[in-house]
């Protein structure tokens, strides 16, 4: 994960903080440890975002051996920073994000059929054309129907062909944070937290405003987002 950029410009303010825990890698968002008076820790959980200092941008080695270097890790703090994270397949970094083969023709082009849409909810989430009638085009999920089809309500500009290709992840940079349209309001990282795991219902994980998608293939598609609670600032304003 890496700092994109500031929602009101400008370059990022560094700090350096002492850490309660080694942190590595690189790239995840760095907390105040309730629990540990040393300092600030790894993300406990990839599902929460609460207390946060700022994104790591290097990494640090926590020791209580007399003689060791102290830890200390850099971090990007300001609350308007927003991050990119490459969205994987999985909780493991680096998966493909799973590709869907239309199996029905949908002539008014608000359906795509394939059991590979799964048993997670994505309602919420945004859903992409990377071969065939609609290229390039995106909309957001209204309704997944578990192991069968996914539906928008904006239909593409096309009918939907089968053997289509799409792309599926949980977000969307709009909603109002409730159930269906909640894709805009949440992130999950994968286990090293450096990443984005596209694999999780929409509206799980850290509370989060989602700003950007950047919609490309099975292995190069990014979410950008801004966290909601963060130390330094009066957060941002979710529904």
Same mark, same amino acid.
């Given at each position: 994960? !890496?700092?994109?950029?500031?929602?009101?410009?400008?370059?990022?303010?560094?700090?350096?903080?002492? /850490? @309660?825990? +080694?942190?590595?890698?690189?790239?995840?968002? /760095?907390?105040?440890?309730?629990?540990?008076?040393?300092?600030? +820790?790894?993300?406990?959980?990839?599902?929460?975002?609460?207390?946060?200092?700022?994104?790591?941008?290097?990494? $640090?080695?926590? #020791?209580?051996?007399?003689?060791?270097?102290?830890?200390?890790?850099?971090?990007? *703090?300001?609350?308007?920073?927003?991050?990119?994270?490459?969205?994987?397949? #999985?909780?493991?970094?680096?998966? $493909?994000?799973?590709?869907? #083969?239309?199996? +029905?023709?949908?002539?008014?082009?608000?359906?795509?059929?394939?059991?590979?849409?799964?048993?997670?909810?994505?309602?919420?989430?945004?859903?992409?054309?990377?071969? @065939?009638?609609?290229?390039?085009?995106?909309?957001? !999920?209204?309704?997944?129907? #578990?192991?069968?089809?996914?539906?928008?309500?904006?239909?593409?500009?096309?009918?939907?062909?089968?053997?289509?290709?799409?792309?599926? *992840?949980?977000?969307?940079? !709009?909603?109002?944070?409730?159930?269906?349209?909640?894709?805009? +309001?949440?992130?999950?990282?994968?286990?090293?937290?450096?990443?984005?795991?596209?694999? !999780?219902?929409? @509206?799980?994980?850290?509370?989060? $405003?989602?700003?950007?998608?950047?919609?490309?293939?099975?292995?190069?598609?990014?979410?950008?987002?801004?966290?909601?609670?963060? *130390?330094?600032?009066?957060? *941002?304003?979710?529904?």
């Amino acid at each position: 994960m !890496i700092g994109a950029y500031h929602l009101y410009g400008g370059g990022p303010l560094l700090k350096k903080f002492k /850490v @309660g825990e +080694s942190i590595t890698p690189a790239g995840q968002f /760095v907390e105040y440890d309730t629990n540990n008076a040393a300092g600030v +820790s790894e993300q406990a959980a990839a599902t929460a975002l609460v207390f946060v200092y700022g994104l790591a941008v290097d990494t $640090a080695v926590y #020791s209580t051996t007399q003689g060791d270097a102290e830890g200390l890790v850099t971090v990007s *703090i300001r609350p308007d920073l927003v991050a990119k994270a490459l969205a994987s397949g #999985s909780a493991t970094n680096g998966v $493909a994000l799973t590709t869907l #083969s239309n199996t +029905s023709a949908s002539a008014g082009g608000t359906v795509v059929t394939d059991a590979d849409v799964g048993t997670t909810d994505m309602d919420g989430g945004t859903i992409w054309c990377i071969s @065939g009638n609609n290229v390039g085009h995106s909309r957001v !999920i209204t309704t997944h129907s #578990s192991g069968a089809s996914m539906t928008v309500t904006v239909p593409f500009p096309r009918a939907v062909a089968v053997g289509d290709e799409f792309l599926f *992840i949980p977000w969307a940079t !709009i909603g109002d944070g409730t159930a269906g349209e909640d894709g805009n +309001s949440n992130v999950q990282t994968t286990t090293s937290r450096d990443q984005a795991d596209a694999s !999780i219902a929409s @509206g799980t994980g850290g509370e989060v $405003a989602v700003v950007d998608l950047e919609l490309n293939g099975a292995g190069d598609t990014y979410v950008l987002f801004v966290v909601s609670d963060n *130390i330094f600032g009066p957060g *941002i304003q979710t529904v």
